[in-house]
């Protein structure tokens, strides 16, 4: 069964600083899809990246970059220099490729909050 | 209309009541989700709909009956729901292919049972 894990429930920071939220997962597929969704006060679900297993380059797009590190099954999120816009909760999530359609397993997500 | 919408934005109902949860996506995808995110759980998915076929449902009671009419719309009927139903349901939709791709969601049914 495929799991996902968000260990931080909740991360206050101040602006500017620099956050990394983390994210563990558990597949026996070896290939699958790994993303991170952005969800604002408003409720929409905003996708931010989609990583497939077999790239593990780091991507960096403005101030989010990913790290994506098969050994430790991990595949955490760092914002540099927040800010207040960032506020949100954040999943991480896992693909399964079986049967149809694209099933995704979420995290529980993170709440991070950027303070003035 | 862009993206994922979905009708009502809040919906306040009583256990006999029924109703149904609208979605429409403007994206041209063939595949489509329904989700329910209830507090301080992961969001659960409850259904799938891959070129207007039902390939997925998660173990979910009867009271919900989904609805595929056609590739750009899904529905949620509702029907002598329960209290610990309420939740924020949301619908996504995605294209499918050789590759996975990332799904859009809607901005979400509030829906309250009273």
């Known amino acids: 069964a495929q799991k996902v894990t968000q260990a931080q429930t909740e991360i206050s920071v101040v602006e500017k600083e620099d956050v990394t939220l983390d994210c563990v997962y558990e597949?026996?597929?070896?290939?699958?899809?790994l993303f991170w969704y952005k969800q604002p006060p408003s409720g929409e679900l905003v996708f931010l990246i989609r990583r497939n297993s077999f790239d593990e380059q780091n991507e960096i797009s403005g101030r989010y970059s990913w790290n994506f590190q098969k050994s430790t099954s991990s595949f955490n999120f760092t914002i540099t220099a927040s800010q207040v816009v960032d506020s949100a909760v954040y999943f991480c999530a896992l693909s399964e490729a079986t049967g149809g359609g694209n099933k995704l397993t979420f995290g529980t997500g993170t709440q991070l909050k950027v303070e003035l | 209309e862009t993206g994922v919408t979905q009708t009502p934005r809040h919906l306040v109902m009583g256990m006999t009541n029924k109703k149904s949860l609208k979605c429409e996506q403007h994206?041209?995808?063939?595949?489509m989700y329904w989700y329910k995110q209830s507090a301080k759980k992961p969001l659960e998915l409850m259904f799938v709909y891959s070129l207007e076929e039902r390939v997925e449902n998660n173990s979910v009671p009867s009271r919900f009956s989904p609805e595929c009419p056609n590739s750009s719309h899904l529905f949620l009927h509702l029907h002598t729901l329960q209290p610990e139903d309420s939740a924020l349901y949301l619908c996504?939709?995605?294209?499918?292919?050789?590759?996975?791709?990332?799904?859009?969601f809607g901005p979400g049914t509030r829906l309250t049972v009273t």
């Open positions: 996504a939709s995605s294209q499918e292919g050789d590759r996975l791709y990332e799904q859009y």
């Open positions: 994206l041209g995808h063939n595949a």
């Open positions: 597949t026996r597929d070896t290939t699958y899809y």
